[in-house]
Structure formats: C-alpha cells, structure tokens
C-alpha cells in the first residue's frame, strides 16, 4: 500500500504570507473495497488539497490587498495632505488676491472722490474765467450782455466786490480801486481786455459767490 | 564853540534830511511800478470810453452808462481841452459836459483814437502824500457826414495824473487801495 505523503504547513506573518503544505498521510485498507475507498479518499485528498490552496490563496490575495491597501492607504493619505496643503495654499493666494484688489478699488474710489472734490471746487472758478473770456471776446453789445448776464448767476449780487490786485510784493498787497462785479463785467464788455486772473473766490452757504480776489 | 544859531540851523537839516529819507523811503521800486503801470492803464481805459462814447453806432443806453463809468475816472471838477483847425481855439469843458458835446455831434461816423500814451513827468510824491504825474498823449479825431463832410485832426494832449493812498470797507473789514484820477487834460498841440 502506497502512502501518498504531502507535506505542508502554514506561516502567516505581517504582510507577508507564506506557506508551505504540511504531510497528509492517508493509510489503505483490502482491496476492493479499500481500491474503492482509496479512490474516495484520494478523491477528497485532492479536494481537501485543492480547496486548502484555495483557501491559502485567497487568504494571501486578501492579505496582499489589505498590505496594498494598507500602503495605498498611507499614499492616500500623503496625497490628500498633500492636496489639502495646495488647496489652501491656493485658497490663502486667493484670499490676498482679493483682498489687494479690495484695497486698490478703495484706493482708486479715495482718488476719485477727491479728485471729484477737487473738481467741483474749481467749476466755479473756471466756468467765470470762461465767461470773462466770453465777454471781452464778444462781437456785439448784445451777445456781452448775454454772457454778463449768465455771470450775475453765478454770484449773490450784482454788487458783489471785486478786488483787484497790482503788486504782492513783501508781504504787502496792493489793490486798485475796489469796484463791483457788474461794473467789472461791463469793464470787460467796453475795453474788450481780459488781462487779470482770477486769485480768490468767497462763498456763501448756497454756493454763490460774495468776493472775488483777481491779480494782474 | 557851538552857539544856539548853529544848533538849530544842524537841528533844521536834520530834520529836513529825515522828511527827505522818509519819503522817499515810502514805498518799493516793485510797488511804484504797479502804480506807475496802474496809472498807464487808466488812461488807456478813459481812451477807450471816449472811443465808445463817440461812436454814432453805439446805442444811447450803452454810452450813457459809459459816460458814467469814464467820469468816475476824473477827479471832481477836472476839465477837457477841445481844440479846431476851423477857430484854432482851445476851450475847456466840465467832463461831464465834453461828454455830452461829443454825443451830440454832428456827423453820422466818428472815430476817436488816442496813441502813443507815455509819462512825460513820473509820478513823484507830493507833501501831502498824493502821487502826480503827467502822461502825454496824441489824439486822432475823424468826423463824416453822408453828405461829404469830413474833419481830421491830431491833438497833443497832456493828462495830469493824481494817485492817491485811501481806505474803504470790504465785507467789514477796511482795505486800503491806489486810486489813479484823472486831473485836467490840457491842449498842448495840434494839427491837421
């Protein structure tokens, strides 16, 4: 009677598996029903084998998995720290972007409104140096009278003074005789000259002007 | 040995010395200019009202206000010298009279021109604080009718200039200025 010897045995460790059959022995009985018994017996060896190497196998793939999983899970895991590192990265770039240009609107609105400030306090001052102009350049009487007219808007009265200054010199300003707007405006009409400038304008609180400083 | 003569002839002139420093010593050069230059420019702008005042296509309402504004130039009581080829007579008119003789005229286009304006005296200080001078000036005068009549003439004319120191209130508050009047303008010359 022949003993079929298998040897084998199982290791597990770590990761790592491995494993090696152990010996089954199997003992013969009669022929007949021993040949027939036999043939089970091998039968069910084979099987007992075959599924064992399944079982093995599959242990060692599902081990295999869990290892790589396992290292895959520690990938992941520097991967996602890794992206969560750029994300806010990206999002802090983002934040200081945002708020740069959040400050330069505020800048650029601040430029604006003071520049606008700036504007609206000289209008005046230019829209009456553009009617001086007007008036000593008219071509008749009455187109002077018409720009005179508009001029007289702009002030609180017709009498409104008009100082006139010929030196500045040392701290000490020198006027010519103090006349008023509307005498001033027909002096522009009747010698058609334009030779002062417009020094200082004074204000009331509805905006129309009480003074007017001009320099030769 | 100093006597009481001769102290008080050295105390005279030295108080005629300091009159003499202080005058002269009361405004700049930069600020006897701009009065100077002032002075100069109201003569232009008296030109340039008798010019309107003159023109026969100047509306009535427009020169009498002119009229207005060129007597303010004057000072009170001052004269205008009219001279003619025709009598070779010089009279002088009240400002305001001259004025209104010129208005009258006669003739349907007139053209009044003064050139050549120029300081013949500079503005000097007087004793009492006034600043006089004379500005000298030539006048072309040109008179038509539509009926043919003609007069030219040229006039020399010299303007006696005061400018004066005075004070006003301004929106309460005293400002002092120069004011620049024009004296009598007398008849120095004249030709065809």
């Known amino acids: 009677m022949q003993a079929t010897e298998m040897h084998g045995f199982c290791y597990f460790f770590g990761p790592f598996y491995a494993y090696k059959m152990g010996t089954i022995f199997l003992s013969t009985d009669t022929a007949g029903n021993h040949n027939h018994q036999n043939y089970m017996s091998k039968k069910m060896m084979r099987l007992f084998q075959n599924s064992s190497r399944l079982i093995i196998m599959t242990l060692i ?40 240009a959040r400050r ?23 829209k009456l140096e553009q009617l001086f102009g007007q008036i000593a350049g008219a071509s008749d009487v009455a187109s002077a009278n018409r720009s005179i007219t508009e001029a007289l808007m702009l002030f609180a009265s017709d009498n409104t003074p008009v100082l006139i200054v010929i030196s500045d010199s040392g ?40 003074e007017v400083e001009l320099k030769k | 040995m ?33 009065i100077d230059s002032l002075a100069l420019e109201k003569v232009r702008d008296l030109s340039k009202y008798i010019s309107i005042i003159g023109n026969k296509s100047t509306p009535f309402s427009e020169a009498t206000r002119v009229m207005d504004r060129a007597e303010e130039l004057f000072a009170p009581d001052s004269e205008m010298g009219v001279s003619s080829l025709n009598t070779k007579e010089v009279n002088y008119y009240k400002v305001r009279k001259y004025f209104e003789r010129l208005i009258a005229l006669n003739y ?85």
Request: some cysteine.
């Open chain 2, 108 to 192: 349907d286009r007139v053209s009044i021109q003064w050139y050549d304006i120029h300081y013949i005296s500079d503005l000097e200080r007087q004793p009492d604080g006034r600043y006089v001078g004379v500005v000298t000036i030539y006048q072309r005068f040109e008179g038509e009718s539509d009926d043919g009549l003609k007069y030219r003439d040229t006039t020399k004319k010299d303007i006696t200039i005061y400018v004066e120191r005075k004070k006003t209130q301004i929106a309460g508050r005293v400002v002092e200025f120069w004011d620049v009047m024009v004296g009598d303008i007398r008849v120095t010359g004249a030709s065809a």
């Open chain 1, 171 to 210: 701290g000490i300003k020198d006027y010519d005789r103090p006349t008023t707007i509307k005498q001033y405006l027909e002096y522009l009409k009747d010698t058609k000259k334009n030779a002062n400038a417009i020094s200082n304008l004074q204000f009331d609180s509805s905006g129309k002007i009480t």
């Open chain 1, 61 to 100: 793939i599902g081990m295999m998995a869990v290892g790589s999983g396992c290292k895959s899970k520690k990938k992941a895991m520097a991967a996602a720290a890794a992206e969560k590192a750029r994300i806010e990265q990206e999002a802090e770039l983002r934040r200081q972007q945002e708020e740069d």
């Open chain 1, 104 to 126: 330069e609107a505020e800048e650029r609105a601040r430029r604006e409104a003071e520049a606008k400030a700036r504007a609206e306090a000289a209008a005046p001052q230019k």
């Open chain 2, 2 to 34: 100093i006597n009481n003569r001769s102290l008080l002839a050295l105390l005279f002139s030295l108080s005629a010395l300091g009159s003499v420093m202080a005058q002269s010593a009361e405004i700049s050069p930069e600020r006897k200019q701009a």
